[in-house]
């Protein structure tokens, strides 16, 4: 077949080179395979259009979720091949992205804003990206001519949208240009932009198994017809081996592909309507309907085509953990993200991310925003992150990036525990990716000591690299490696899971210590759902090790091999290592008498040695086998037992304990624990009894070298740690730090970020962590903000609620600022919390620039109308909204828009336009505002109803909550399409975000209105990009009666709605399943005092405009023609009917009557002018033969064509007069000029003879008509 001798015409041409491509880019090796790969696509589109229109195969297919499939080729069955597509700013809580932002945690300001980076990142979707949307306007270059994409604008947006919405501020977000493509080429194009990509985003994949058909409301299954399993699923196709083979000739790029949607697309019911492909390749129905026998692709192995690939990275979706990642418990697989392994066996995906709920840019407008789930969200959440990775390790060394093998290395290296076990799964992968950890990996591996290493290495055949590492104790002992391996072997085309390897180079990791060997994390490919296991990886080009508990100070040796022959001859590959850069504990001088003082036992939390011979003298003890887990800020009581070796009784002694904090292996001045002062027993045994303090600056996860040293002295001044004695006893043991009873702190200032608008007056949100092992219930905390070192807040509160163990809350501080637009603030948070165990962690602190002010508005301009509308006017800018006010300092607007009215008439005629209004409210203020008569209910399902008519944010709401529910979490849900049916409502959900809640009431419980209830601001930052009706509730998973209760109004006397500002937003009611709609009006549910925030940030000031009164026009008379004083705008009245047509400054009357004009002006204002008695005079008659009046036919049945030209313009009045002189028919044409040619339809005229009367330019052409 032409196609597979194209195809393996470039995979010889890929494979040709030499070992050294694995190091440096093939860059004529890849444009000449490129050139190549184009020929081939261009060659197979005609025969491909053909086929397609022969078996009815559609070209494209949309999807939901914004995504497209585009028939792209034909499989080796015959069958065609579609490759299908699949808030951002918590995908970048998820894995830990936003800690490398400026304001981030670490410290760091990457962005993807430097040049090193530039165009260094690419995209390849199912169409165009919109390029003008305002997130990624002048930064995006769309290489291919094709239609504009919602699921490729939303994946753009993942990767690098600049936050206008915040909500949906990309990873790289100040990236500065990428280039985007549609798959339809994406082979040869990729082979071409290879030699200059760091990464590339791939959010697609091959059509398999089953899939419902949008368009034509059906199941499709689309594997082969004589096979009830998709063999696409898990397989090494030939463009598998494609792109493996750019990434072996690319070193240093790396592609990012989404793993697939898959596992929540299982078919129909057995036995209902489904279809397949025919032994012709025709999708056909199947006769019966779904057989048992076809697989629902609803488990593992449903990876297909390029997720196999050995030197990519696939991602796979979780849901979101916006308070970020704490425990493997926090990581929750989504519904339908596709599991491996591959056939071989292989682990995919290699990571997961966040792929629910994303809110990202779309194409359908400029400002448009959606919210996606799939594979397709979670893979440029990884991509752009990856990006900022190489952005921080080109600056920590100027002009050098990471080998693609490396970047992969670091990104499964640094992978936070996922799944049901320990170690990978075909589920999760490696774990869910954490780009804080890679990032302090590349920090750590610029230090010195280095704590943590990055080394790339190239293995030759038959070597054996060693690389001798000392543990610092710091954490586990973490080695990984990985390499680009040259391309496998293709499967053949009936092969069902052929689980022949395609490792070609197969490297193997080892670390030992003393008699000790560590291997690899293994998966056994039988056993899918099997716990991982370690041993002798002979599948992954990926390898990992982790020892839990190394013992600090002690040398690990790190051993690469391989089996067999390279067949290349050496394979680079990458080195990553955590947990070193320890020295080796200094060696205590054996005591120079043998005899004498002894330990016998020692007991410390759960530690409990005794020595197994006490009558033998061992002098020195290397116990570290044995673990202490101790609690960073506690004091342990401790049991110190000692004897002699011979049984005699103990003279003078005295012990020093020391532990090795910072693993320099001196145990220095500072980490002397305690000193058991010299006592004379007099007998054989003593014991000691004592309270042994933990040093300060221990971190949770840390193991030290913890050492007693007893001596027979009196003076206990003269025992060191390393230095000998005459006789006595020196033990080791460890220290493990595990994590605090105790212990809570402001791990981030959620709330006012870097480049936030000022609102008016603002709150702080904190997130407030419980990283102990306890509840912990009204944790304290301390707030100061101070601008230029002065104080513009300082505040103390407590959290009302429960923070649970290993978990976190985000609490809105009551208390607001008021920030200046352009300053710099420095905000201070800390948890105060009694007895907290470790207060290293208890504060946090961010500097915050707040956004520059938008300009004041221009071209403002008011007008008052008929003395009881003032019309409003002004310049307007893209995504500003404008609001007029009454008065300067007026906080509620009477009007918005750049084009609008108001009602209020000011005494001195000034008016106030600002652009985006800080501090714009809507709804009641309080509770009570209302009335006092109400209930705490669960209010689940009771909606509240608005309009907007301009993307904004519900930035905060108040709530009155009286009972917490079991969770203490609710949902904030914005939906569209609202509908009731059955009791069963219908919704489109928006936008989403998660509260944590507690009561305000003063008797928590109570259902009852109480005054004492002040209610509590809530921060919930919803965005609503899509303008329309929508809806706002809370959402929780509780059943009534163990849900949160919330306070709404009842039998309200007035109709609040509608409430708002009528052009930006109004609530307009409200739905509750339970009550009629009629009753809606004397409801008002839950949220109060909503605070709206808009695109762009508020004008610096307002402006001051003074309205003029409009001018009422005049009308005239002149040279037997009505002239107005108005140049536009005019319409023509006859008494009070409408001239139609008459629009022109002047007007000639064919009838006498009382004319007058009502002009509508620029403002829309609709003024009357005074009114003239007009009578018309007698108009000469004119030989029509003058004008060339001709009526074709003539006689006729009344129905005939008029044909005359005339060349002034003027109005033209065309009547048909009976014999008596009156008018049977009349039709007015106004300022008319040229030829006329109509038909004039007057069959209801009775047989008889009438005249046809011309009238124009004041002359008068009279022609016989006869009718029969």
Not at 215 to 229: D, K, V
Not at 443 to 469: A, C, H, M, W
Not at 665 to 685: I, K, M, Q
Not at 688 to 698: C, M
Request: one cysteine or more.
């Amino acid at each position: 077949m032409p196609r597979n001798k194209f195809t393996l015409l470039v995979i010889v041409l890929l494979t040709s080179g030499q070992a050294f491509s694995q190091t440096r880019t093939q860059t004529d090796l890849l444009q000449k395979a490129g050139e190549q790969q184009a020929a081939k696509e261009r060659s197979g589109y005609d025969r491909l259009q053909k086929l397609a229109a022969q078996k009815n195969w559609p070209v494209s297919v949309s999807r939901k979720n914004g995504g497209i499939a585009l028939l792209t080729g034909t499989d080796r069955y015959g069958n065609p091949v579609y490759l299908t597509t699949e808030s951002n700013q918590v995908a970048a809580a998820t894995i830990g992205t936003n800690k490398l932002w400026e304001g981030g945690s670490l410290g760091l300001t990457l962005s993807g804003n430097s040049n090193a980076v530039k165009n260094k990142m690419g995209l390849w979707d199912g169409g165009k990206v919109l390029a003008t949307h305002v997130e990624l306007a002048g930064r995006i270059t769309n290489i291919d001519n094709t239609a504009n994409s919602d699921h490729a604008t939303h994946v753009a947006g993942t990767m690098m949208a600049k936050g206008e919405n915040p909500a949906a501020k990309g990873m790289a977000y100040k990236m500065q240009s990428m280039n985007a493509y549609d798959f339809n080429n994406h082979i040869s194009e990729m082979l071409n932009a290879a030699t200059t990509l760091l990464v590339s985003n791939h959010s697609y994949g091959e059509r398999a198994g089953w899939e419902y058909n949008e368009t034509q409301s059906r199941w499709e299954f689309w594997g082969p017809f004589n096979q009830n399993e998709d063999p696409r699923f898990g397989m090494y196709t030939d463009e598998t081996q494609m792109w493996d083979s750019i990434a072996y000739n690319a070193p240093y790029y790396l592609i990012v592909k989404s793993s697939g949607n898959k596992r929540d697309e299982n078919g129909p019911a057995i036995g209902a309507e489904a279809w397949r492909y025919n032994s012709s390749n025709d999708m056909t129905k199947i006769t019966g309907g779904r057989p048992s026998g076809i697989s629902s692709n609803n488990g593992y192995d449903i990876i297909s085509s390029y997720g196999t690939a050995k030197n990519i990275l696939t991602v796979g979706a979780v849901n979101p953990i916006p308070t970020g990642y704490s425990s493997a418990s926090n990581v929750v697989m989504s519904s339908f993200s596709s599991w491996g392994p591959t056939d071989d066996g292989r682990i995919k995906p290699d990571v997961v991310a966040d792929g629910v709920g994303l809110t990202s840019s779309i194409a359908a407008a400029n400002n448009a925003y959606a919210t996606y789930s799939g594979t397709s969200m979670a893979t440029p959440n990884v991509t752009g992150s990856l990006l900022l990775l190489q952005e921080y390790y080109v600056q920590l060394h100027p002009g050098t990036f990471m080998r693609a093998a490396t970047l992969k290395g670091l990104t499964i290296h640094t992978a936070d525990e996922a799944g049901p076990n320990p170690g990978p799964d075909y589920m999760f992968g490696w774990g869910l990716v954490n780009v804080a950890k890679a990032a302090l990996v590349i920090k750590d591996d610029n230090s010195i000591p280095k704590k943590q290493v990055i080394r790339e290495e190239t293995l030759n055949n038959g070597d054996t690299y060693t690389f001798p590492v000392i543990a610092s104790g710091s954490g586990p002992l973490v080695v990984t490696i990985s390499w680009t391996d040259p391309k496998g072997s293709i499967q053949g085309a009936n092969a069902l899971n052929d689980a022949t390897p395609k490792l070609v180079h197969d490297l193997d990791l080892r670390v030992t210590q003393a008699t000790n060997t560590f291997s690899p994390w293994i998966l056994n490919p039988t056993n899918r759902p099997a716990a991982a296991t370690t041993g002798d990886n002979k599948l992954d080009n990926v390898e990992k090790i982790e020892i839990a508990n190394p013992v600090p100070g002690q040398t690990y040796t790190i051993k690469v091999t391989h089996k067999g022959t390279l067949e290349r001859g050496s394979q680079a590959f990458s080195l990553i290592v955590s947990g070193v850069g320890g020295t080796a504990a200094c060696a205590t001088s054996a005591p120079s008498d043998a005899n004498g003082a002894r330990i016998n036992a020692i007991k410390i939390s759960n530690l409990n040695f005794t020595a197994s011979n006490t009558s033998a003298c061992t002098q020195y003890v290397n116990n570290t086998s044995s673990i202490a887990s101790v609690e960073t800020g506690t004091t342990y009581p401790t049991t110190l037992t000692v004897g002699t070796c011979g049984g005699e009784n103990l003279p003078a002694i005295a012990f020093k304990v020391f532990a090795d904090v910072n693993s320099n292996g001196t145990f220095d001045a500072s980490e002397l624990l305690y000193t058991g002062n010299a006592v004379t027993p007099g007998t054989p045994t003593h014991t000691f009894n004592f309270s042994l303090p933990l040093p300060s600056g221990i971190t949770t996860g840390q193991s030290i070298l913890t050492r007693i040293v007893l001596s027979e002295t009196s003076n206990a001044a003269g025992i060191t740690a390393c230095t000998g004695y005459t006789k006595g006893e020196t033990h080791d043991f460890i220290l493990k730090v595990i994590t605090p009873s105790k212990e809570v702190g402001v791990s981030e200032i959620i709330s006012p970020f870097d480049d936030d608008c000022a609102t008016g007056p603002q709150h702080v949100s904190i997130r407030i962590r419980n990283t102990g092992t306890q509840d912990q219930s009204n944790v304290p905390f301390t707030l100061k903000i101070t601008k230029g070192g002065v104080a513009v807040l300082n505040t103390t509160g407590s959290f009302p609620g429960v923070v649970k163990p290993e978990s976190d809350v985000v609490y809105t501080v009551q208390t607001p600022f008021t920030p200046e637009a352009g300053a710099t603030y420095e905000i201070e948070a800390a948890t105060t919390l009694a007895n907290d165990q470790d207060a290293s962690n208890n504060k946090t602190v961010a500097t915050i620039n707040m956004a520059q002010a938008s300009t004041n508005p221009t071209g403002a301009q008011a007008e008052i109308c008929n003395s009881n509308i003032v019309n409003f006017k002004t310049t307007n800018s893209a995504n500003d909204l404008y609001f007029w006010y009454d008065a300067s300092n007026a906080t509620t607007p009477i009007a918005a828009g750049s084009k609008t009215t108001s009602n209020v008439i000011t005494a001195g005629k000034k008016y106030f336009v600002e652009k985006n209004s800080a501090n714009i409210k809507v709804g009641p203020a309080t509770n009570g505002t209302l009335n006092t008569t109400g209930a705490y209910r669960p209010n689940n399902l009771y909606w509240m109803t608005f309009t907007n008519t301009a993307p904004v944010m519900i930035e905060s709401v108040k709530l009155y909550i009286s009972k917490v529910n079991t969770s203490r979490k609710v949902s904030v849900l914005i939906g569209k399409n609202l509908k009731y049916e059955n009791d069963q409502l219908s919704v489109t959900p928006e936008a989403i975000t998660e509260i944590d809640v507690y009561s305000t009431h003063p008797t928590p419980g109570s259902t009852t209105y109480s005054a004492s209830d002040n209610g509590a601001v809530f921060q919930v930052n919803l965005p609503v990009t899509t303008t329309g009706t929508h809806g706002i509730m809370i959402y929780q998973e509780e059943d009534n009666a163990n849900a949160a209760t919330f306070f709404g109004n009842t039998n309200l006397t007035t109709n609040p709605y509608p409430t708002g500002v009528n052009g930006v937003f109004t609530l307009t009611g409200n739905i509750n399943s339970q009550l009629p709609s009629n009753d809606a009006a004397k409801f008002y549910y839950v949220f109060y005092d909503m605070k709206l925030r808009f695109i762009n940030c508020a004008s610096a000031g307002r402006t001051e405009v003074t309205a003029t009164e409009a001018a009422a026009p005049t009308i005239s008379v002149s040279n037997n023609k009505l002239v107005s004083s108005a140049a536009t705008g005019n319409q023509w009245y006859n008494g009070n009917a409408i001239i139609v047509g008459a629009t022109d400054k002047d007007y000639t009357p064919n009838t006498s009557g009382k004319y007058k004009v009502i002009v509508t002006n620029s403002f829309g204002c609709a003024l009357t002018s005074n009114e003239i008695d007009f009578v018309v005079t007698s108009i000469p008659n004119i030989d029509p033969s003058a004008i060339g009046l001709r009526v074709l036919p003539n006689p006729s049945s009344g129905r005939f064509v008029t044909d005359f030209t005339v060349t002034r313009k003027a109005d033209l009045n065309i009547t048909i007069l009976n014999t008596l002189g009156q008018k049977v028919f009349e039709n007015n044409y106004p300022g008319f000029v040229g030829r006329f040619n109509k038909t004039i339809e007057a069959s209801h005229l009775t047989t008889g003879v009438y005249m046809l009367r011309i009238q124009h330019d004041n002359k008068s052409y009279l022609t016989k008509l006869l009718i029969r």
